[in-house]
């Protein structure tokens, strides 16, 4: 009787491809697809039986089952080089320093240490018979050696994820980048930002670039003019007009078939400093916020400012740069957030107004990172409303001064995309 099964299962199972009428052949087709969602669904429920009973096999499946994503298959330069075109994370980069450092330090230690060690006991061994000698002094060296090496194992870096890795720390950023662009990189307090928005020679896409100035506080959008007979300013006496006037930043954008194409985010460094650098982004999907179904109307309050993903040097430096667009110091009255999220060179712009409310019946409570439900949080969910608009950015080209024409000297360019950039699908750049 067990060696009939599997052959009745077969052919079951094949008869969808082998019978020749094509309403049974549904039928049965159909008939296998319930078949085997009703293992699977006892599959479950058996497995939910089993790990209620048994809660490390719920965990030992979950630290199992990892989805291979490319984001996890990401593969880094192995340099030990943080300037501004190499693909290295700089918070690994910095860690793997001082923990050489470490090392090194530890080494020297250890060296001197046994250098007195031997000292000492070649003055011990002159002033005291060795047959009156004791293993003390050995076994005092043998306890400071394992407290040591106890000390090293506590400071290694934990293999598990952390929560919060996803987030970007500005405060990581290299020496190098820092020297290159030392006007944005500075010590100083950040200025509140004035900005001005405008868009190409003969620009037609007006609401769509009021609704981008209207995403940054502080924003004011002037139209270029498309009079032919107008004088036709060119980019750098506008940020010239700019600059004499306070603005910390010029933002033009282009556009392609009536719609938004490109990006160019150009910093002032005000009265004191040359402008630049320039960032030029291309964008993708572009859709306003009446497009966005239950969407919600801006206030004036400041928002708050998220950035995600940025890990390499390029990565920082896009980061740093959207982040002197914004105030300093978010209104939370407002409860309004800006999201820079970077994945897989893409940078996703959304804005979002959030409440917090309590939870419903069907709701379950939050799980933190070991999967546990964390504390504090029991009964309160966060909800969301998009405001608008949402746009898709990729950085394309990094120039020192005002764009492409305004930029001289031999470091005039910064960095650009290539197309050979993404011939691995595996190796990102931000």
Known sequence: MGSTKPARSLSSAS??????????RQQLYIEQKKKLSRARHEERHRRRKEEAKDPELRRQRLEKNQP???????????????????VVDVAQLKRRRLEQAEAAAAAEADAAAAAAAAGDQAEKDDDVDSMLGSDDDDEESGEDEEK??????????????????????????????????KYLFTDEPPAMPKILVTTGLNGTIHKEAQEIAACFPNATYIPRSAHRYAYKYSVREIAKFAKNRGYTALLVV????KRPSQLSVI???GEDHPPGPTLTYTIRNFAPGKAIPGHGNATNHYPELLLNGF??????LAAKSMSTLFPPKPELAGRQVVTLHNQRD??????????????????????????????????????LQEIGPRMTLKLRRVDKGIGRAGSEG????????????????????L
């Open 68 to 86: 291979a994503s490319i984001d996890k298959k990401r593969i880094w330069d192995d340099v030990d080089d943080d300037s501004l075109g190499a």
């Open 410 to 429: 031999e470091d005039a360019l910064k960095w650009q995309w290539k197309a050979k950039m993404e011939k691995k699908r595996t190796r990102f750049n």
């Open 254 to 257: 282009h556009e392609d078939l």
């Open 148 to 181: 040591r090496q106890r000390e090293r194992a506590q400071r290694q870096p934990s293999l598990a994820p952390s929560a919060v890795s996803v987030s970007t720390n500005l405060d990581l950023t290299p020496d190098s980048l820092a020297a290159d662009f």
């Open 15 to 24: 008869l969808s491809l082998k019978t020749g009428n094509k309403l049974k």
């Open 346 to 383: 893409y940078i996703f712009f959304r804005r979002h107004r959030y409440v917090f409310r309590e939870a419903r019946p069907t709701e379950k409570n939050v799980v933190g990172p070991d999967g546990k439900e964390m504390e504090g949080v029991k009964g309160i969910r966060a909800g």
């Open 267 to 269: 910093h002032l460094n």
């Open 311 to 316: 890990k390499t040097p390029l990565g920082l």
